[in-house]
T-cell receptor, first 115, second 108 residues
Framework: GAGVSQSPSNKVTEKGKDVELRCDPI?????LYWYRQSLGQGLEFLIY????????KSGLPSDRFSAERTGGSVSTLTIQRTQQEDSAVYLC?????????????FGQGTRLTVV | DAKTTQPNSMESNEEEPVHLPCNHS???????IHWYRQLPSQGPEYVIH???SNVNNRMASLAIAEDRKSSTLILHRATLRDAAVYYC?????????FGAGTTVTVRA
């Protein structure tokens, strides 16, 4: 079946512009996560959704970052007034539930470059 | 989150087993031990997870020490496709905290 789909796969934007990154999770998965990976760095947790609610937004680096999820499915990560330090690969993952031992399925990521 | 220690890198020959150690001495009693891997230019991929008993699946085996302070991921016969960064992640909730992992290189 289809895995986690992210779009666009690559995005180049000018500093100061807003960007939207999209994630289509696996159908039926109630939990959705956003991570980012800067060049040569490990993965950094950003936000967790359970259904349409986001009980954990602790990883969002600033108020320029926001995310929403609608219909318990698609999620959008928005970065306002992009900065060069926002350049990274943004990864979305979903899992059947948000439980202790559920497997998370990751998308291929969106590579964001801020110039 | 439990702190983990993994070797920075390991090399293996194709068709040979690979044993990847992970120390997690501060693991809590409710933490599962998850292993993920990340192939070049791809998102992480689930490998295996366990709580106390050793676990096997089609990809690998996970051997968990009796005191749970360490674990070893075993790839039984390495292939070129197994070249990746392998992450050991103790977790008792939805959040996965990725460290630096172990970069595995497989020689043909």
């Amino acid at each position: 079946g289809a895995g986690v789909s992210q779009s666009p796969s690559n995005k180049v934007t000018e500093k100061g512009k807003d960007v939207e990154l999209r994630c289509d999770p696996i159908s039926g998965h109630t939990a959705l996560y956003w991570y980012r990976q800067s060049l040569g760095q490990g993965l950094e947790f950003l936000i967790y959704f359970q259904g349409n609610s986001a009980p954990d937004k602790s990883g969002l680096p600033s108020d320029r970052f926001s995310a929403e999820r609608t219909g318990g499915s698609v999620s959008t990560l928005t970065i306002q007034r992009t900065q060069q330090e926002d350049s990274a690969v943004y990864l979305c993952a979903s899992s059947l539930t948000g439980g202790l031992s559920t497997e998370a399925f990751f998308g291929q990521g969106t590579r964001l470059t801020v110039v | 989150d439990a702190k983990t220690t993994q070797p920075n890198s390991m090399e293996s020959n194709e068709e040979e087993p690979v044993h990847l150690p992970c120390n997690h001495s501060t693991i809590s009693g409710t933490d599962y031990i998850h292993w993920y891997r990340q192939l070049p230019s791809q998102g992480p991929e689930y490998v295996i997870h366990g709580l106390t008993s050793n676990v096997n699946n089609r990809m690998a085996s996970l051997a968990i020490a009796e005191d749970r302070k360490s674990s070893t991921l075993i790839l039984h016969r390495a292939t070129l496709r197994d070249a990746a960064v392998y992450y050991c992640i103790p977790s008792n909730d939805y959040k996965l905290s990725f460290g630096a992992g172990t970069t595995v290189t497989v020689r043909a």
